[in-house]
T-cell receptor
Framework: DTAVSQTPKYLVTQMGNDKSIKCEQN?????MYWYKQDSKKFLKIMFS???????INETVPNRFSPKSPDKAHLNLHINSLELGDSAVYFC?????????????????FGPGTRLTVL | QKEVEQDPGPLSVPEGAIVSLNCTYS??????FMWYRQYSRKGPELLMY????GNKEDGRFTAQVDKSSKYISLFIRDSQPSDSATYLC???????????FGTGTRLLVSP
């Protein structure tokens, strides 16, 4: 009954490979996110989708391509992996865009995918 | 300069101590202030949130926001070893869902 799930949990791969990470949420939320957490624990947003529409696209290399087949899923595909891509990638979801004053749109995080590029 | 600054620690305290965790920020548009707790090898989980200024209390946890100083705090009373984790502050403006996180403070509570 995990709320936000990610697969795989660990991913070890060689430089230059292409890999995908999958995320699913069963909370009925309409907004999903990808975050990257580096070795110093700094958590930075990469992308956000609302109802399958791209809302936030931070300054991320175009080797990273998110895809949302439906509201409950948000996948991340990474081409030509580089050493600097090694990090923990977190998926999160929330209800709404946080536009209502006084109400936070709590983001629920998945367990993370630890990517190691060799 | 980062939008949100947070001392990475580690902060080591004995069980039962009062813990004070802090963040400063530069963007005066921030209105929502949150504290996330992240255990090792887990995803962050929301602990407390405050809208605009003021205090909020939940059990052993108190969140404070001082917008005039651009300073937020999380106090943990009667700290327990199970509180050992990394605490991340996060904030965003009204009408914009993009959360900006601090780097996190690692807290170690020894029995």
């Amino acid at each position: 009954d995990t709320a936000v799930s990610q697969t795989p949990k660990y991913l070890v791969t060689q430089m230059g490979n292409d890999k995908s990470i999958k995320c699913e949420q069963n909370l009925g939320h309409d907004t999903m996110y990808w975050y990257k957490q580096d070795s110093k624990k700094f958590l930075k947003i990469m992308f956000s989708y609302n109802n399958k529409e791209l809302i936030i696209n931070e300054t991320v290399p175009n080797r990273f391509s998110p895809k949302s087949p439906d509201k409950a899923h948000l996948n991340l595909h990474i081409n030509s992996l580089e050493l600097g891509d090694s990090a923990v990638y977190f998926c999160a979801s929330s209800q709404g865009l946080g536009l209502t004053s006084g109400i936070t749109n709590e983001q629920f995080f998945g367990p993370g995918t630890r990517l190691t590029v060799l | 300069q980062k939008e949100v600054e947070q001392d990475p620690g580690p902060l080591s305290v004995p069980e039962g101590a009062i813990v004070s965790l802090n963040c400063t920020y530069s963007n005066s548009a921030f209105q929502y202030f949150m504290w996330y707790r992240q255990y090792s090898r887990k995803g962050p989980e929301l602990l407390m949130y405050t809208y605009s200024s003021g205090n909020k209390e939940d059990g052993r946890f108190t969140a404070q926001v001082d917008k005039s100083s651009k300073y937020i705090s999380l106090f943990i009373r009667d700290s327990q070893p199970s509180d050992s984790a990394t605490y991340l502050c996060a904030m965003r403006p009204t009408g914009f869902q993009k959360l900006v996180f601090g780097t996190g403070t690692r807290l170690l509570v020894s029995p």
